[in-house]
């Protein structure tokens, strides 16, 4: 337990070292004891200088590294940070987060930068630019073709996070930024910024940053945003009002500066008419909404603010929150048995006071004295329901956000109202659906959707491995429509692109082949000489091809496929019905039995460079074989991928089956495993 009696100095890291404001700072509280934490002032730093750094010494440090390059430093200060986590929960507890509002906080976040390290070297190319999508043919002949690509910019991301999530916050914006080849300065809320300070501290300390990738302010921004330029990008978590204000900063609108937020989301979990009292959904939806209001002392961008219900079940979700709530030991976060502890400040109290006293105008409370303190020593709050009546003519519980353990329920007599009620929050993160009936589902689902930027269903089938109402993840996006802010800021690779430079490349395929790193259609082919297989990957190239003998199918080679396989569809088996058949003008060949022979011209069998085919991508049949037609294949090296940490790499091979006189009857990418050197036999 923190017991301070004078202030932690913060300094902030930028332009290269730590440095502190000038004059007396302000001091944050223990938001349990109400004792001295820390004093935070950024006054008099120079902000220009600090843009500067991370443009000419960030950037270039990191655009220098392959993506792969990067997802392995981002692996290692995950895995070292792990290591480190005692250090953050003990200060974590200061933030007034109890052991498992501090796991969702600190593992979270490094869960988070590792699931991302794990994505780019699965999903992304090892090299400095990402293709996205396929190749555009833009002329008859094939000498004029499009490509669209993703590129690093050459700027900084400014990421401004809230109070509540002071490491989450940070590490699961700078997951995507770092893969993107950008670096950051991070601006934490100052009521929590010594624990992302403490977490900042320690990872420059690890050494396995490039100079420049992470700095980090302890206080106001000042002219930061000022400075910013299209290469720039901003980020930032908090208030709709704060959010605007910032957007509207000259410099942001006049360089088109790509800002998203996360904003005020009222969140809304609905409970669907067949999950009745007595059902594993009605159950499953009391907790939720419960857990929702005491995780973080209901101080997360995703809680339940707004439990709409059948009209009929409304004093049962009542009585039910009733009992739960009642159980609820209120208290110090770093004691044992404490389910909730105080909000994150006296300030934040106030807030959430006055925000209930306006929801109180509509609605009635039935749970919880919004005005009395558990504990006046600290930052504490009773948790409090409300009941509103009018639901689709009422105002204020679905503009105002009481960020704390708030909910106000809402009954409805039919969907379309559930619906309706949902969607009055004008915007957000998330809703969730509890329910065991498919059509409940469809329809509340599809009724909501354009309005939330994810919804959960939530039933008895997934109640033990469902993350949650509450829970952001890194493979989904965590953004929202409207008042939620329009971000994404996660979501896997979408985030990524956030950071990156679309761009639409034009011109011949050897020149977009050169410029990607990937071999495009029409591009130069280098045939003859050693088979391609022989090729280690050092020696490979792009466009080295091979082209192969000619194979006649038979219409023994088709009925012998179909009994050894099992498969003995009628358009393979039977003449008459084939012909009937609007695609076929008799028996045709098995599209998997083209594959099985377009690899057995293409492979060379002898041991070699290649350790193993896994497997095949894009697979498109265009043309019927029939008996008596002649397969060839044209097999080209289409992308090379090297593993940093393997003796071996990927390779893409662009694989096309022709028959007779060229026609093309099945094209697909064939992947494989290939060694870095040539093996000893």
Same mark, same amino acid.
């Given at each position: 337990?923190?017991?301070?009696?004078?202030?932690?100095?913060?300094? +902030?890291?930028?332009?290269? &070292?730590?440095?502190?404001?000038?004059?007396?700072?302000?001091?944050?509280?223990?938001?349990?004891?109400?004792?001295?934490?820390?004093?935070?002032?950024?006054?008099?730093?120079?902000?220009?200088?600090?843009?500067?750094?991370?443009?000419?010494?960030?950037?270039?440090?990191?655009?220098?590294?392959?993506?792969?390059?990067?997802?392995?430093?981002?692996?290692?200060?995950?895995?070292?940070?792990?290591?480190?986590?005692?250090?953050?929960?003990?200060?974590?507890?200061?933030?007034?987060?109890?052991?498992?509002?501090?796991?969702?906080?600190?593992?979270? $976040?490094?869960?988070?930068?590792?699931?991302?390290?794990?994505?780019?070297?699965?999903?992304?190319?090892?090299?400095?630019?990402?293709?996205?999508?396929?190749? *555009?043919?833009?002329?008859?002949?094939?000498?004029?073709?499009?490509?669209?690509?993703? +590129?690093?910019?050459?700027?900084?991301?400014?990421?401004?996070?809230?109070?509540?999530?002071?490491?989450?916050?940070?590490?699961?914006?700078? +997951?995507?930024?770092?893969?993107?080849?950008?670096?950051?300065?991070?601006?934490?809320?100052?009521?929590?910024?010594?624990?992302?300070?403490?977490?900042?501290?320690?990872?420059?300390?690890?050494?396995?940053?490039?100079?420049?990738?992470?700095?980090?302010?302890?206080?106001?921004? $000042?002219?930061?945003?000022?400075?910013?330029?299209?290469?720039?990008?901003?980020?930032?978590?908090?208030?709709?009002?704060?959010?605007?204000?910032?957007?509207?900063?000259?410099?942001?609108?006049?360089?088109?500066?790509?800002?998203?937020?996360?904003?005020?989301?009222?969140?809304?979990?609905?409970?669907?008419?067949?999950?009745?009292?007595?059902?594993?959904?009605?159950?499953?939806?009391?907790?939720?909404?419960?857990?929702?209001?005491?995780?973080?002392?209901?101080?997360?961008?995703?809680?339940?603010?707004?439990?709409?219900?059948?009209?009929?079940?409304?004093?049962?979700?009542?009585?039910?929150?009733?009992?739960?709530?009642?159980?609820?030991?209120?208290?110090?976060?770093?004691?044992?048995?404490?389910?909730?502890?105080?909000?994150?400040?006296?300030?934040?109290?106030?807030?959430?006071?006055?925000?209930?006293?306006?929801?109180?105008?509509?609605?009635?409370?039935?749970?919880?004295?919004?005005?009395? +303190?558990?504990?006046?020593?600290?930052?504490?709050?009773?948790?409090?329901?409300?009941?509103?009546?009018?639901?689709?003519?009422?105002?204020?519980?679905?503009?105002?956000?009481?960020?704390?353990?708030?909910?106000?329920?809402?009954?409805?007599?039919?969907?379309?109202?559930?619906?309706?009620?949902?969607?009055?929050?004008?915007?957000?993160?998330?809703?969730?659906?509890?329910?065991?009936?498919?059509?409940?589902?469809?329809?509340?689902?599809? $009724?909501?959707?354009?309005?939330?930027?994810?919804?959960?269903?939530?039933?008895?089938?997934?109640?033990?491995?469902?993350?949650?109402?509450?829970?952001?993840?890194?493979?989904?996006?965590?953004?929202?429509?409207?008042?939620?802010?329009?971000?994404?800021?996660?979501?896997?690779?979408?985030?990524?692109?956030?950071?990156?430079?679309?761009?639409?490349?034009?011109?011949?395929?050897?020149?977009?082949?050169?410029?990607?790193? &990937?071999?495009?259609?029409?591009?130069?082919?280098?045939?003859?000489?050693?088979?391609?297989?022989?090729?280690?990957?050092?020696?490979?190239?792009?466009?080295?091809?091979?082209?192969?003998?000619?194979?006649?199918?038979?219409?023994?080679?088709? *009925?012998?496929?179909?009994?050894?396989?099992?498969?003995?569809?009628?358009?393979?088996?039977?003449?008459?019905?084939?012909?009937?058949?609007?695609?076929?003008?008799?028996?045709?060949?098995?599209?998997?039995?083209?594959?099985?022979?377009?690899?057995?011209?293409?492979?060379?069998?002898?041991?070699?460079?290649?350790?193993?085919?896994?497997?095949?991508?894009?697979? &498109?049949?265009?043309?019927?074989?029939?008996?008596?037609?002649?397969?060839?294949?044209?097999?080209?090296?289409?992308?090379?991928?090297?593993?940093?940490?393997?003796?071996?790499?990927?390779?893409?091979?662009?694989?096309?089956?022709?028959?007779? *006189?060229?026609?093309?009857?099945?094209?697909?990418?064939?992947?494989?495993?290939?060694?870095?050197?040539?093996?000893?036999?």
């Amino acid at each position: 337990m923190l017991d301070r009696t004078r202030p932690i100095r913060l300094k +902030s890291f930028l332009a290269g &070292r730590w440095q502190e404001g000038d004059g007396d700072g302000t001091v944050v509280l223990d938001a349990a004891t109400g004792h001295p934490v820390a004093e935070l002032n950024a006054a008099g730093i120079d902000m220009a200088e600090a843009l500067a750094y991370g443009r000419d010494v960030g950037g270039p440090a990191l655009r220098a590294m392959r993506i792969h390059e990067r997802a392995l430093m981002m692996k290692a200060l995950g895995l070292k940070l792990l290591e480190l986590k005692e250090e953050f929960y003990a200060l974590s507890t200061a933030t007034g987060a109890t052991r498992s509002d501090s796991w969702i906080d600190i593992e979270g $976040g490094i869960g988070t930068l590792l699931t991302y390290a794990s994505k780019g070297r699965r999903e992304l190319p090892n090299g400095h630019v990402i293709a996205d999508g396929a190749p *555009e043919i833009l002329s008859k002949d094939g000498s004029f073709i499009g490509q669209h690509v993703f +590129s690093p910019m050459h700027g900084v991301a400014i990421h401004i996070n809230a109070f509540n999530f002071p490491v989450w916050g940070m590490l699961e914006k700078l +997951s995507p930024t770092w893969l993107a080849g950008m670096p950051a300065i991070v601006k934490p809320a100052s009521q929590t910024a010594y624990l992302t300070e403490l977490v900042v501290r320690r990872i420059l300390e690890t050494g396995l940053l490039p100079e420049g990738a992470l700095q980090v302010i302890c206080g106001s921004t $000042g002219d930061l945003l000022d400075h910013v330029t299209c290469q720039d990008v901003v980020t930032f978590t908090g208030s709709a009002a704060t959010a605007r204000k910032l957007r509207a900063t000259p410099a942001v609108i006049e360089n088109s500066v790509r800002f998203t937020s996360e904003a005020d989301s009222l969140n809304a979990s609905i409970l669907a008419p067949d999950a009745e009292p007595g059902t594993p959904e009605f159950d499953l939806f009391v907790k939720e909404v419960h857990r929702e209001m005491t995780a973080k002392t209901g101080q997360k961008c995703t809680a339940i603010r707004r439990a709409i219900v059948p009209a009929e079940h409304l004093l049962a979700v009542v009585d039910a929150l009733k009992a739960r709530i009642d159980k609820t030991v209120i208290g110090h976060p770093g004691e044992e048995g404490t389910r909730m502890g105080p909000l994150a400040s006296l300030a934040q109290v106030e807030e959430v006071r006055a925000s209930v006293r306006k929801l109180a105008s509509e609605a009635r409370i039935v749970i919880g004295d919004p005005e009395t +303190s558990p504990m006046p020593e600290g930052a504490f709050f009773s948790p409090c329901v409300l009941v509103c009546d009018d639901p689709l003519n009422a105002t204020a519980p679905h503009e105002v956000e009481a960020f704390g353990p708030v909910v106000t329920l809402f009954a409805y007599e039919t969907m379309d109202d559930a619906v309706a009620i949902a969607n009055r929050g004008a915007g957000s993160l998330v809703a969730s659906i509890f329910t065991d009936d498919a059509e409940n589902a469809r329809a509340l689902g599809l $009724g909501i959707a354009r309005l939330h930027g994810r919804i959960l269903f939530g039933n008895r089938a997934s109640a033990k491995s469902s993350t949650g109402h509450g829970s952001p993840l890194p493979q989904l996006i965590h953004g929202g429509p409207g008042r939620a802010g329009g971000g994404e800021e996660l979501g896997g690779m979408r985030s990524v692109h956030h950071f990156m430079q679309r761009t639409a490349l034009q011109g011949t395929p050897d020149l977009l082949t050169a410029v990607v790193g &990937r071999w495009m259609p029409g591009a130069s082919r280098r045939t003859g000489g050693e088979h391609p297989f022989r090729k280690s990957l050092a020696e490979l190239e792009l466009g080295d091809t091979i082209v192969t003998e000619k194979r006649v199918v038979t219409l023994e080679d088709i *009925e012998r496929f179909a009994q050894f396989t099992g498969d003995t569809f009628y358009a393979h088996m039977d003449e008459a019905a084939a012909k009937r058949n609007p695609f076929f003008e008799g028996r045709v060949a098995h599209g998997y039995l083209i594959v099985s022979f377009a690899a057995g011209l293409f492979v060379e069998p002898a041991e070699g460079p290649v350790l193993a085919n896994y497997g095949v991508d894009n697979l &498109r049949f265009m043309t019927p074989v029939y008996p008596g037609n002649a397969l060839q294949v044209q097999l080209t090296a289409k992308e090379i991928t090297p593993r940093e940490t393997e003796d071996y790499g990927e390779v893409r091979w662009d694989c096309t089956v022709t028959r007779d *006189e060229g026609e093309v009857v099945a094209q697909y990418d064939v992947l494989t495993m290939v060694a870095k050197t040539q093996r000893d036999a």
